[in-house]
């Protein structure tokens, strides 16, 4: 059991819609994970479930009207039970199979050394319509395989009613096996590698997407399903301690890419850079200091 809490406070100082006043917000949550393998015998398999509760304005809405949420922990003040799900590896680790709620950027389109990032762009690309994230987890099917230590090829098959306007993130599979019978498909393969006697750690990874809702076009007509694809490369640049496993001081650079259908999407186009630095300050090992651009 793991509780957890993060705090964001911000101010629009120019332009935007409102400069007059500050916002300050909060997440609070608490995690509980069990491994099967004690209690019933059962190798590999985990339970996970997370709530938490968001308090505090939307500073995207009400101060800057940015295109994608500034601050990742920005929201409409809700409580839920944001992600259910149990996860089964099997034939020794080289198959994964995860059913139930759960945040898709956990899975997919995710950059290890953009997450530290509080902007939602670096997290995962904007080209991405009805992605389901925080704060609309859903619903889904994830299988992933790994036929070897440096490969792996994943699909899942989530919840499509954000789209509707449903919040999928305060809701269970309703919507999943019934109206709007909406549905959000995404795949993704990558290689990862180890450069200098295996001290420096490499990913590269692209997917693709589709969703099978309706999506209003810019020419004032509809069309029903759009798709669009993705690509990411990240690299560990140089290690403090590379003999040390567990050390995770030294400097990190990414870079992603996204594309989306031009007639229904606001960002058709998505190209993301950066670089971080963990334990740059002495005596501050866990902190990181990182720069951004996208």
């Known amino acids: 059991l793991e509780p957890w809490i993060v705090m964001d406070?911000?101010?629009n100082w120019k332009g935007g819609l409102n400069t007059s006043g500050g916002a300050f917000r909060h997440l609070f949550g608490i995690d509980l994970t069990i491994e099967t393998e004690p209690f019933v015998g059962l190798k590999g398999g985990t339970f996970f479930l997370q709530y938490y509760t968001h308090n505090g304005p939307n500073a995207t809405e009400e101060d800057v009207g940015d295109f994608q949420v500034f601050s990742n922990i920005d929201a409409d003040g809700r409580s839920q039970i944001a992600e259910l799900w149990?996860?089964?590896r099997l034939l020794e680790n080289r198959l994964r199979i995860k059913v139930g709620k759960l945040d898709a950027n956990s899975e997919f389109d995710?950059?290890?050394y953009g997450s530290e990032f509080i902007h939602s762009s670096a997290g995962f690309t904007p080209t991405m319509l009805s992605f389901p994230t925080y704060p609309d987890p859903a619903m889904s099917i994830n299988v992933f395989a790994y036929p070897t230590d440096w490969f792996y090829v994943g699909a899942g098959l989530y919840d499509g009613a954000l789209q509707s306007g449903i919040f999928t993130g305060s809701r269970g599979p309703k919507t999943l096996i019934g109206e709007p019978n909406d549905l959000f498909w995404i795949v993704e393969t990558g290689a990862t590698w180890h450069l200098y006697e295996n001290?420096?750690?490499g990913r590269a990874a692209v997917g693709g997407w589709y969703h099978s809702g309706t999506f209003d076009r810019f020419d004032g007509d509809t069309q029903n399903g759009t798709e669009g694809f993705y690509s990411l490369v990240e690299q560990t640049l140089w290690r403090e301690q590379p003999v040390d496993e567990e050390d995770h001081q030294?400097?990190?650079?990414?870079?992603?890419y996204g594309h989306a259908d031009d007639d229904v999407a606001d960002a058709d186009h998505h190209v993301g850079v950066g670089l971080t630095w963990t334990g740059a300050l002495p005596d501050r090992d866990d902190d990181v200091l990182g720069i951004g651009a996208n």
Do not use: K, P
Not at 250 to 256: K, Q
């Open 9 to 11: 406070a911000s101010q």
């Open 86 to 88: 149990y996860e089964q």
């Open 110 to 112: 995710a950059v290890d």
């Open 199 to 201: 001290t420096l750690n």
């Open 250 to 256: 030294g400097i990190g650079a990414f870079m992603m």
